[in-house]
Each structure stands twice: as structure tokens, then as C-alpha cells.
């Protein structure tokens, strides 16, 4: 099976740009759609001034069958990636109906209209969340998955929702990629993280520290049982974590079926290692403050790369390094995103 050209659903976010850019790198046609909910029509401009294509790029809601079934009878799309869900932990919690609809919905209807073109390949975005409070490390496909929050459930449901759709139709293509922690930025310093709002995530709030946009960061708990006492994770530059789709992709093409692959680097560090690196590499300075656990948060948490790099042939290339590098590069050009 041959895929040609690629719909982004979600393409103008943060790493629906990066993918976007990487797929037209590998040579797929690309078409994003978005409805610019929390994303910038900008970026999309963006794109093109990292690449020299002008992606055709429709503004579409995912939740809305008809736009979708418009989409579909306007471009002739043999596979998609679905980026276009909400991903704020804290706010699915306050509106679990919200989340449970928009994450939901936009891929039944996705997967509804393509099951009707034929065209029956799909990549989704899931999470390491799957894994729940799993204290088995590194975190492994086969780790028994659960959610502990509405955000979490709608990447499990959809997993499960996809793998019925498998069994009931195998001509359905699937292939699930369980990211760990995206950071970082394209190099060029165009496209990067945007952020509605106060961030949530550590690394954009520690790059809007360094801008001067927030006073200081609060380090969530300093008492884990981890070499330093703050949090682990495990961080994945958003252009290796972009390449990872276009392997998926690309397995896909040769081996048809349901697949499921982490996405991470297979290290962890943490949360001081991480401020640290941000201040030495790019010579900016970033106060904190330790404050109490953030309740939901694990101590460590890093993924065993080992079967994507074996099935996917994909494996993370950067490191901490260019991870601060360029998260400082984009932040340092756009204080204000794309605004
Ligand atoms: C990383 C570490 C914090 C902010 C979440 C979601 C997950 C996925 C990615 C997204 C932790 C610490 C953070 C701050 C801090 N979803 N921290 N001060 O929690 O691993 O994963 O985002 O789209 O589903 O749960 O990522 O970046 O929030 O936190 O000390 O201001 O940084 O306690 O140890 P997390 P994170």
C-alpha cells in the first residue's frame, strides 16, 4: 500500500506544524486542517517559510461531521493523523464533558469518513497518561494501561475505540504512538509551543520565566524518591517526536495492522537537571521555588524505546541539549508566540 497524500488534523498546533514540516521533508503531500481553537493560522505561515510549500490548509471543526465529510470530498487523502484534541490535564477534570466530546467525537468522525472513502489509515496521538501510575520502568507497550483523569481516558477510549475498529474491519490501519514529554522547537526558531494561558507543562513555563512573561517557577515537590527529589520524565524533542510519524507512517505502508509504539528517548531527567541545563546552555536565568507535589503526579516516568526502534526503525536523535536550545531559540524570537 502506497500513502500519498497525508491529512494533519490539528496541523497548526504545536506538533501538528513540526509533523506537517517533517512529512513534506519525507515527501508526502500534506493537507492540515484545523479550527484554530488553540492554534494560530500564523504557524501555518510559518510552515511555509521552513519548507517553501504552501500546505492547503482548511478550517475545519473535527466535531462537525458534515466539515469533515466537506474535507474529505475536497481532497483525496489516503491517510490521516489526528492531532485536533484538547490536552490540558487540570481543565479536562473542571470539563469532562467538554473532553470527552471534543477528543471523542472529532475521531469518530475522522474514522467514519474514511471508512467510507476506503482510505482506512489512521495515526493517533495518544500519551504515556495510558500508563497510569504504573511503577514498572521504563514503561513498556505491553504495561497495563489506565487513566486518572478525563484527558487521560479520552487517549484510552480512543486507543480502545480504534483497536474495535481493527478487529471489526482489519483493513483498518492503526497506528497509536504513546508520547512521553514533547519539548523543544524546529531549529529555524519559527514554529514552537504556544501555550493558551498560563502553561501547565514545565518546559514552556520555564522558557516564559527566562523571557521575563512569568516571575518564577514553582518546582512541584522536592521529597520523590529520585536522585534529586524533583519529578523524572522523560523528554522528547518535538522533531524527533514528528519523525516518529512519518516512520509510523511508513511501517504502515509495508505492514498494514494495529500497532502500538512509545515515543521517548529512554531517559529520564529531571526537573532540576532540566532548569539547569536551560540556564547553562542558553546563559539565561530562571528562578524557582520549591513548593508542595502537584496532586496526580508520579515521581518517574520514561519509556522503553526499544520496540519502536525495532519495528519503526525510528529512534530519538537530540538531547537535552538542543531540547533547551532550541525551546530558547523560539521563545527568545516569539516572547509572545505568534501574536
Ligand atoms: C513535568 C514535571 C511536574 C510544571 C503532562 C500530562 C501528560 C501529557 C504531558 C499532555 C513534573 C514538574 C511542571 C511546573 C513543575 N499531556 N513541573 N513545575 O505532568 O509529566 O505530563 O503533560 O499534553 O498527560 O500529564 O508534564 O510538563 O506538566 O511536568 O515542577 O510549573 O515538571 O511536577 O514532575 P507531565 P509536565
Not at 14 to 43: K, M, Q, R
Not at 228 to 256: S, W
Not at 318 to 323: A, H, N, P, Q, V
Request: proline share 5%; aromatic share 8%; with cysteine.
Amino acid at each position: 500500500m502506497k500513502i500519498r497524500k497525508v491529512l494533519v488534523a490539528g496541523g497548526a498546533g504545536y506538533i501538528g506544524t513540526h509533523t506537517c514540516v517533517e512529512l513534506l521533508a519525507e515527501g508526502f503531500e500534506v493537507v492540515c486542517a484545523d479550527n484554530f481553537n488553540n492554534s494560530s493560522p500564523t504557524a501555518m505561515d510559518r510552515v511555509e517559510q521552513i519548507t517553501g510549500v504552501k500546505i492547503p490548509t482548511h478550517e475545519v471543526d473535527f466535531c462537525d461531521l458534515t466539515q469533515v465529510e466537506e474535507l474529505f470530498a475536497k481532497e483525496e487523502i489516503d491517510a490521516a493523523i489526528h492531532f485536533a484534541g484538547h490536552k490540558a490535564v487540570g481543565e479536562s477534570v473542571e470539563m469532562p464533558l467538554m473532553y470527552y466530546e471534543n477528543n471523542l467525537l472529532s475521531m469518530i468522525n475522522l474514522c467514519k469518513v474514511m471508512g467510507r472513502t476506503g482510505r482506512k489509515n489512521v495515526v493517533f496521538s495518544s500519551s504515556a497518561t495510558v500508563y497510569g501510575f504504573s511503577d514498572k520502568l521504563p514503561l513498556d507497550e505491553d504495561t497495563p494501561t489506565s487513566a486518572y483523569n478525563p484527558y487521560g481516558r479520552t487517549k484510552l477510549y480512543i486507543e480502545e475505540i480504534l483497536k474495535d475498529l481493527h478487529h471489526a474491519e482489519n483493513d483498518w490501519n492503526v497506528s497509536i504512538l504513546r508520547y512521553f514529554n514533547p519539548v523543544g522547537a524546529h531549529p529555524s526558531g519559527l514554529i514552537g509551543e504556544n501555550p493558551a494561558g498560563i502553561p501547565n507543562n514545565l518546559m514552556p513555563y520555564i522558557a516564559q520565566v527566562a523571557v521575563g512573561r512569568l516571575e518564577k517557577l514553582r518546582v512541584f515537590g522536592n521529597d520523590y524518591d529520585t536522585p534529586d527529589g524533583t519529578g523524572v520524565r522523560d523528554f522528547i524533542h518535538v522533531v524527533d517526536l514528528a519523525k516518529g510519524h512519518v516512520a509510523a507512517l511508513r511501517k504502515l505502508e509495508e505492514e498494514p495492522g494495529y500497532i502500538v509504539h512509545n515515543i521517548g528517548t529512554g531517559n529520564g531527567c529531571s526537573v532540576l537537571e532540566m532548569i539547569k541545563a536551560f540556564e547553562e546552555i542558553n546563559g539565561v536565568s530562571v528562578p524557582y521555588e520549591i513548593v508542595a507535589r502537584r496532586p496526580g503526579d508520579v515521581g518517574t516516568n520514561y519509556a522503553s524505546t526499544d520496540k519502536a526502534e525495532k519495528e519503526l526503525g525510528w529512534k530519538a536523535q537530540f538531547g537535552l541539549e538542543e531540547m533547551v536550545r532550541d525551546t530558547w531559540n523560539w521563545q527568545s524570537k516569539n516572547p509572545n508566540g505568534y501574536e
